[in-house]
């Protein structure tokens, strides 16, 4: 079984920059497709951006258009997720996952791993 582990949370003053990292412990992941959500408190669990398939598009949330990116490298089975221009809105737990069909980018259940998340805090 695959398994997700993020990393590269923290606390940022707004207007800063964070690249969260999703290092997977399986070969497969260069076959799945990478989403990450997000879930702040009191809210529920939001797409934040998300690949078509393996090695296809990319899908942002309208929220990180323009400020966060997705990327990957397979040869270390690792994924990144590059935010920009943080928020205080941007303040959550942020969560990768991994999942192995091409539809339900956004949709959370289509996602068959998951990771244990990884805190981001935006300060003003």
């Known amino acids: 079984q695959m398994q997700l582990v993020e990393s590269g949370g923290g606390l940022v003053q707004a207007g800063g920059s964070l690249r969260l990292s999703c290092a997977a412990s399986?070969?497969?992941?260069?076959?799945?497709?990478v989403g990450w959500f997000r879930q702040a408190p009191g809210k529920e669990r939001e797409i934040v951006a998300a690949?078509?398939?393996?090695?296809?598009?990319?899908y942002p949330a309208d929220f990180a258009k323009g400020r966060f990116t997705i990327s990957r490298d397979d040869a270390t089975n690792t994924a990144y997720l590059q935010m920009n221009s943080l928020k205080p809105e941007d303040t959550a737990v942020y969560y990768c996952?991994?999942?192995?069909?091409?539809?339900?980018?956004?949709?959370?259940?289509?996602?068959?791993?998951w990771g244990q998340g990884t805190q981001v805090t935006v300060s003003s």
């Open positions: 996952a991994a999942r192995f069909q091409r539809s339900g980018w956004n949709v959370a259940t289509t996602y068959a791993y």
């Open positions: 399986d070969r497969t992941f260069s076959m799945s497709a």
């Open positions: 690949e078509s398939s393996s090695f296809g598009s990319t």
